[in-house]
């Protein structure tokens, strides 16, 4: 029988810790071995239980989560810090990896995700300073993609979701690529997710769809700040990829 992992929750609310338990409880290979609000009498339970994972917020009760990374790690445990917050600043992600949390995430958060990036944590036993930066990089930039599409009303159970976040990075990574979606973007994200680029094309546009028929164009009005959009006016799969992909590295994420 497989050895489950445990995880410790300490959040700044128990409807969250509750929330996190549930999809724990019915994921294999996790068990959730005890949660807290209060990071004060979290502490001495994380040293006597040494969970393989800790989730914690940065905001809590006690102490503040950058001093929980910071305490856990001196107990010399092992147990892997995810940092699951609202806060998500270039500088508290740079504190966090500093005090040595291993993983940072945005709330509202995408659990699949979440569970994935722990399995990969899982795997590895070492990280060098330079490592860990990147990955930090890399995984805020995905999960202030992600709240901007969940905020703007994009569900993540639809095909586009995914290629979209895929397309937005492709165009951080490459702004000229934004000038070449057909012959380049669309068919790159589709090798990745084998299919065709026509059907990345027509999942983009499906998922821009269904954010203007939830109205939430103030809200990508607000978020983007780039162009105002009215009644019925969309953008095109090019021109939302770019906006997104402008505010990304606008706020040098």
């Known amino acids: 029988m497989m050895q489950r992992k445990t995880v410790f929750l300490l959040q700044n609310t128990k409807e969250v810790c509750d929330e996190l338990a549930k999809k724990f409880y019915a994921t294999d290979g996790y068990e959730v071995i005890g949660f807290d609000v209060d990071a004060i009498s979290a502490i001495p339970v994380i040293a006597e239980k040494k969970p393989k994972f800790l989730i914690t917020d940065l905001v809590l009760t006690g102490y503040d989560g950058l001093s929980v990374i910071s305490k856990v790690k001196e107990m010399g445990v ?7 917050s609202a806060l998500a600043s270039e500088d508290i992600v740079s504190r966090a990896v500093s005090a040595g949390a291993d993983y940072f995430m945005v709330k509202p958060y995408n659990f699949p995700l979440l569970k994935e990036r722990m399995d990969a944590l899982d795997e590895k036993t070492e990280f060098t300073v330079k490592n860990v930066t990147e990955s930090f990089h890399k995984v805020t930039l995905e999960e202030k993609i992600s709240k901007i599409f969940i905020n703007v009303g994009i569900p993540p159970h639809i095909k586009g979701y995914s290629f979209l976040r895929e397309g937005v990075k492709m165009a951080v990574e490459d702004p ?3 000038n070449n979606i057909t012959k380049k973007l669309y068919p790159s994200i589709g090798e990745k997710y084998q299919t065709t680029a026509s059907k990345v094309e027509r999942a983009i546009r499906h998922a ?3 954010a203007w028929n939830r109205g939430r ?3 990508i009005n607000n978020i983007l700040g780039v162009r105002a959009y009215i009644g019925a006016e ?3 799969n090019g021109e939302f990829i770019a906006l997104v992909a402008d505010k990304m590295l606008l706020e040098r994420a």
């Open 78 to 84: 092992g147990t892997k810090i995810i940092v699951l």
């Open 176 to 178: 000229e690529i934004i």
């Open 208 to 210: 821009i769809e269904v």
């Open 217 to 219: 164009i103030e809200s």
């Open 234 to 236: 969309k953008p095109t």
